[in-house]
């Protein structure tokens, strides 16, 4: 039998919880693969979070200090799902310490602080891994494999966007998320990372962009520390300065030819989580929005007039990891599920000693993008994809 692999969590909000119960699942979603995630500590700096993730998911203890997550000798792998002010520090602490690292994206404030990270796993021969999860739903897979095949033929267009409303509240709290100092930018490096690694993963390189930015409320109800989500609101209580994006938008290049647009937007009334992508080829196109991730639009002219016209696959058994979940078509998955799939393929990774994608590699080719289109936000022009010093 697989030994156990030692897991520690940093950071114990949200996402924190959702990688805890990720890694808790894996034996039960892939008991094929002999992984056995073992939940050894917790940490959080605000103590009854802490505490309630040792007690709700079961890791053997909590503490308030990341540190000593990374000087425990049972630990072999951590998550780390603080705010992004956080990442440069723990990620390189973590290298240092020889531990595996699933980073939520973007990792780091910066391109340039995701450098760094990048720099500092590749130094210390670690392995890492980067929260990209709505790339692991079972229909993005299958069109990443038709792409690959060569059923659409060569790619002419894309468009990616995401949207969502979460920030559409003025009264919505002024979470470390619309801050620069602790996020780095705002829809830049939180919504349009996923745009951006999709568009890589399907259409391949880019080479150059041109992008525009807009924040459209300047300021939002102030927070204790350590209380609330970027989902929270607040009334009447003193204000504070919002002071990155909410809206960034892109025309973009492929090296393979390409061309299509990027745009994303957290305050745009009505859409609740629509990260979505199209794709046109000379042989057909392909449609995907994570609202309906169990739906994939598609179009394969077979030289018939009759069944000229797009058509809905529904997900099932016969797509990558889908009968992990159901063993019948058009059940559906959700959000924590991809989670789930990408904790078991970290988890591989690192049973395996063998790096994955998306690891550090990729996050950094997506920051590429990232800063290019930064960089036109001042120039007004064209900016090439280029390395980060």
């Known amino acids: ?3 156990p692999i030692g897991i520690g969590v940093i950071g114990m909000g949200w996402m924190g919880q959702v990688h805890a119960r990720a890694y808790r699942q894996v034996p039960d979603r892939f008991p094929e693969s002999g992984l056995r995630p073992r939940l050894v500590v917790c940490a959080d700096d605000v103590a009854t979070r802490a505490e309630e993730g040792r007690a709700r998911l079961g890791f053997e203890r909590a503490t308030t200090d990341w540190r000593d997550v990374l000087a425990d000798p049972n630990v072999q792998a951590v998550s780390v799902t603080t705010p992004n002010h956080l990442h440069v520090e723990i990620v390189q602490a973590a290298a240092k310490a020889g531990k595996h690292v699933f980073c939520e ?6 391109p340039r602080e995701t450098a760094q990270i990048a720099r500092a796993a590749r130094d210390a021969k670690i392995l890492s891994w980067v929260g990209f999860n709505y790339r692991w739903a079972p229909l993005a897979q299958f069109s990443r494999k038709l792409i690959a095949d060569g059923t659409l033929g060569r ?7 995401f949207f969502v409303d979460y920030g559409s509240n003025p009264n919505g709290a002024l979470s470390w998320r619309f801050q620069r100092e ?4 705002g829809t830049l490096g939180d919504l349009m990372s996923h745009v951006v690694d999709s568009a890589l993963m399907l259409a391949g ?8 930015q807009r924040t459209f409320i300047a300021e939002r109800p102030l927070l204790a520390p350590g209380q609330g989500t970027h989902f929270s609101t607040a009334a009447g209580g003193p204000k504070g300065p919002v002071s990155n994006e909410d809206y960034v938008g892109a025309l973009v290049e492929f090296a393979g030819g390409a061309v299509g647009t990027f745009e994303t937007c957290r305050v745009a009334k009505g859409h609740g989580c629509e990260m979505e992508w199209e794709v046109d080829g000379t042989l057909g196109s392909l449609k995907w929005n994570y609202e309906r991730m169990n739906e994939l639009t598609i179009h394969l ?5 009759a069944h000229e016209g797009h058509a809905v696959l529904q997900a099932g058994p016969q797509h990558p990891y889908f009968a992990a979940f159901y063993p019948g078509p058009a059940n559906s998955m959700g959000y924590e599920d991809l989670k789930v799939i990408e904790a078991y393929e970290f988890l591989k990774s690192v049973a395996a000693g063998k790096q994955g994608q998306p690891g ?6 997506v920051a590429e993008v990232l800063t290019a289109i930064e960089r036109s936000w001042t120039s007004e022009k064209w900016e090439a994809v280029e390395g980060i010093g």
């Open 205 to 212: 390189p880019i080479r150059r962009v041109v992008g525009q």
């Open 360 to 365: 550090f590699p990729d996050v950094l080719a």
């Open 1 to 3: 039998m697989a030994q």
């Open 301 to 305: 002219p077979d030289g018939q007039p």
């Open 105 to 110: 994206k973007p990792v780091g404030r910066s």
């Open 155 to 161: 790619i002419t267009h894309y468009r990616g966007r």
């Open 182 to 185: 602790l996020a780095g930018s």
